[in-house]
């Protein structure tokens, strides 16, 4: 079942009134990706081929950051189809689009250990589904 735009929207502003002046863009990122796991909407919820996946990753840099997070992705089967990093003095930005076609692991799987390494790093990791992607830049 395809997430329509209207329902992003829907839970978006059901999102911030729910979180109020916490309402941040990760957190409503998130709020909304909760809600469609759990109605089972969530994009590729159902199926695993074709499925593809936006990781953006910044912070201070620092050895082995890239190679921890492509050996993880690595481990879950994941394929990395294309991949942009930028370093700025001390800072990096790094955005890959993934394909989870063939991974062992669920997007949420995969999801919980971005945020294992975010944390093991001192980085900021997102991991979300194509779709999700798309249109919260839309909104």
Do not use: W
């Not at 990753?57 to 990395?80: H, K, M, R, W, Y």
């Amino acid at each position: 079942m395809k997430t329509s735009e209207d329902r992003i929207r829907e839970l978006a502003i059901e999102a911030i009134s729910v979180l109020g002046e916490g309402a941040t863009e990760y957190k409503i990122k998130s709020y909304i990706e909760n809600k469609l796991v759990a109605d089972g909407t969530a994009p590729g919820a159902d199926q695993r081929s074709g499925t593809r996946a936006i990781l953006t990753t910044f912070g201070i840099n620092q050895p082995g950051v890239v190679s921890t997070i492509t050996a993880a992705l690595s481990e879950c089967g994941c394929d990395i189809l294309d991949i942009s990093q930028k370093i700025m003095q001390e800072f990096y930005t790094m955005i890959m689009m993934i394909d989870l076609t063939n991974s062992s692991k669920d997007l949420r799987d995969i999801q919980d250990k971005m945020n294992q390494i975010s944390t093991q790093l001192n980085i900021k990791i997102f991991l979300q589904h194509e779709d999700v992607f798309r249109y919260m830049h839309r909104i």
